[in-house]
């Protein structure tokens, strides 16, 4: 055995040692690399790659990995029985994903985006279910509250160590709202070793990019870390497609003694993104003439603006105890004033416009999570066991000028964008005051070196107060819900494991914490999914492979109704089943691949709506915005020393704007291209090129009586040329 493992480590190194050469990095500078952080050493650690490799080629599966987005436990994907997605944040800025909806899914399995400015561009689709009641969002294991439908914290990628995307159920997690899945954002954290990286960037439509990174140690306990990114653009479309927005991320880490860290973190976001809500379609297209036009008024605005600040202790009494504690204050400020609704008049030949909208959200989210995990022997095997609590208040207030009147006709082309129209006038409409407090466990049984058992459960107790504060009437409301799962994973060899799993959740009545009386009485939405799966690594570890199974079915589902902005209806029964696989290869030295693919059956089974005074029944129809073909590919070439050149590859299958399914947004696939040359072991020139192709595709879009009226296009084919430098 021991002889095994030095030929295995010195194979390791050789290993290595070619793929730096390849890349174009001095062998000898390794050594120097163990002194200094450079551009890619802390997204490559940890990542489940062979160590040494530049970050640009340790992309990976990482299978080895351990993290927080599927167990509490620390574990490795290879130990977990789910579907797990790490997209390590050096990975997502190489290829070119300044955003967080870009980096998830352009990387991870099955995953797209509904991304609009309604949501905070920053909803998913997964596994035949969409938006942000059912595809939970977490910031550094905390969970982001949904303020009617919207989400827009975290959004850059710069201050992003890495991304954990856990695909299916995970309410015995993170408690409601997580029936399609968990995006978890984990941030940089402070370092005890000198960091200071910078990065410019300039591109078209007028784009340019500021970033730094800042991190080392204050005296001998402590560290920091600062990461400061800007961003703004004139926008592709005009009238009035800019944006521009600022995140700022602090952090001071305290190691107390050697087995307790304290750290104190603030983060900061700042958003004005494009005023834009689509482009009419003219006979069920886009027309050229009309694709860059924006027929938002002159006086739009959008402006998010979130402030969270956390106070984490780690302690580690001892090897087999390890004790955390996180206490949060999350505030966020929102404006909207548009106009978001278009159509094309065949009539009159002009664009109507309707839903003249002003909102404000002020929402105010206060919390603590505390958990504990020991590891012993249970029944004469070895065991790892977590528990603890998660407790919160929420505070929301909602104005607006409901009952968002006003209408206009603008000409296609050539016209006036006027002004906003506010009939109704713009005041408080309700506040809430939302408690949560929920329990939760976890147990890893290891029955042999080869089988483990793995068991969770959750129990959530939210309340909820509502005011209307301009009927002066008021509800409460109090739910329970109870997750739970239980998972096998057998590993034939080392290097792989089989496993099964079965998992509950719930998903919220809407947006829980602005939930409206119409809902008040609806049940919760409630799924069950099962499970099995394989993964593995071969090659030495220079290959990953995943590969999953599963059929999720969930009852009550709450879906809006197309074209009714605020109404939702409750759904009698929808389901999924589907196949995902991914891989991970460094073909050569030179040559590297990651492709993943899902493949999904999504339907409604039981869902009957009354639609002009007749019961119409949607059962077999394909659920709205849900794609069922997804795939990305990632090519790289390590062509010459220190240059680099790649291709990515993202497929979205055709979705629906409406129950009927007579609504389609056509599939599409976009094609993105980057070139980088390390002109020194410190800096790094890099090109981008975004929608190749110039595809006209859809994000999301919007139907009335099953006629398509407008989409939210991608943007069209443009470039980036950056320039990073570690100092």
């Not at 012993?376 to 603890?388: D, H, M, S, V």
Request: contains cysteine; aromatic residues 10%; proline residues 5%.
């Amino acid at each position: 055995m021991p002889s095994r493992s030095i030929h295995a480590g010195a194979t390791a190194r050789l290993v290595r040692r070619l793929l730096l050469s390849a890349a174009g990095v001095c062998v000898c500078a390794e050594v120097q690399a163990q002194e200094a952080v450079t551009l890619d050493t802390l997204s490559v650690a940890g990542s489940g790659a062979p160590a040494g490799l530049p970050a640009s080629l340790a992309s990976g599966l990482a299978l080895r990995a351990p993290n927080r987005g599927a167990s509490r436990l620390d574990l490795t994907p290879l130990e977990t029985p789910a579907s797990i997605d790490v997209i390590g944040g050096e990975t997502a800025r190489l290829r070119g994903q300044n955003t967080v909806v870009e980096a998830v899914t352009q990387n991870a399995t099955g995953i797209t985006t509904i991304g609009a400015p309604g949501n905070g561009n920053g909803a998913f689709t997964a596994r035949g279910f969409a938006g942000p009641n059912s595809i939970q969002q977490l910031y550094d294991g905390t969970r982001l509250y949904v303020g009617a439908g919207t989400v827009n914290f975290p959004f850059d990628t710069w201050n992003i160590e890495r991304i954990e995307v856990l695909r299916g159920p995970a309410s015995v997690l993170y408690g409601d709202g997580a029936i399609g899945g968990v995006v978890n954002v984990v941030t940089k954290k402070p370092v005890f070793v000198p960091l200071n990286e910078a990065r410019a960037a300039v591109g078209s439509d007028g784009v340019a990019r500021l970033a730094l990174d800042s991190g080392g140690p204050i005296g001998e306990s402590m560290a920091y870390r600062l990461n400061i990114s800007g961003n703004r653009a004139d926008g592709w479309i005009s009238p009035d497609g800019d944006f521009r927005n600022l995140a700022v991320s602090g952090a001071v880490t305290w190691r107390a003694t050697p087995d307790l860290d304290l750290t104190v973190s603030h983060d900061f976001g700042f958003q004005e993104p494009q005023r834009y809500w689509g482009t009419p379609l003219v006979e069920g297209r886009i027309l050229e003439s009309l694709r860059f036009n924006n027929y938002n008024i002159r006086d739009a605005k959008i402006l998010w603006q979130d402030n969270w600040t956390q106070a984490r202790a780690e302690w580690r009494p001892s090897a087999d105890i390890t004790i955390r504690n996180t206490a949060y204050r999350l505030q966020s400020r929102r404006h909207w004033r548009d106009v978001e609704q278009y159509a094309f008049n065949r009539a009159t030949g002009l664009i109507d416009r309707s839903d003249y909208i002003e909102i404000y959200h002020q929402q105010e989210q206060v919390g603590n999570r505390f958990d504990a995990a020991f590891r012993g022997e249970l029944f004469g095997f070895r065991n790892e066991f977590l528990a603890g609590f998660d407790v919160n208040a929420i505070r929301f207030r909602h104005t607006n000028n409901s009952p968002y009147g006003g209408e206009s006709s603008v000409s296609p082309t050539g016209y006036d964008p006027g002004l906003f129209i506010n009939l109704a006038g713009t005041r408080p409409a309700y506040a809430t005051r939302t408690s949560q407090a929920s329990v939760f466990a976890e147990n890893r049984l290891i029955l042999s070196d080869r089988l483990s058992l793995l068991a969770g459960v959750r129990y959530d107790a939210p309340s909820l107060h509502r005011e209307d504060l301009r009927a002066g009437t008021s509800f409460d409301r109090d739910f329970r819900a109870l997750g739970y799962r239980f998972g096998a994973v057998y590993n034939p060899t080392p290097d792989t494991a089989l496993y099964a799993q079965y998992a509950t959740a719930t998903d919220p009545v809407g947006s829980l914490i602005s939930l409206s009386q119409s809902l008040a009485n609806f049940q919760l939405a409630t799924g069950q999914q099962v499970e099995v799966g394989a993964k593995g690594l071969f090659w030495g570890g220079l290959g990953e492979w995943t590969l999953a199974g599963y059929r999720i079915v969930k009852d009550n589902l709450i879906s809006v109704v197309p074209g009714q902005p605020g109404v939702s209806t409750q759904v009698g029964q929808q389901s999924s089943q589907g196949f995902e696989a991914a891989v991970s290869l460094q073909i050569t030295p030179r040559w590297r691949v990651d492709a993943n693919l899902a493949l999904l059956h999504a339907q409604y089974d039981d869902f009957s709506q009354t639609v002009g005074g007749a019961v119409v029944s949607y059962a077999g129809r394909q659920p709205i915005d849900v794609p069922e073909r997804v795939a990305n590919l990632w090519l790289n070439y390590a062509f010459a020393p220190a240059w680099e050149a790649r291709v990515g590859v993202q497929y979205v299958g055709d979705t629906f704007s409406d129950f009927g399914n007579t609504a389609r947004r056509p599939d599409y696939a976009l094609v993105n291209l980057g070139l980088d040359h390390q002109v020194t072991p410190a800096s790094r020139l890099s090109l981008r090129v975004y929608n190749l192709l110039d595809t006209v595709y859809a994000v999301s879009g919007n139907a009335v009586d099953g006629i398509g009226t407008n989409w939210l296009l991608g943007r069209p084919r443009s470039f980036e040329v950056a320039y990073a430098v570690s100092f």
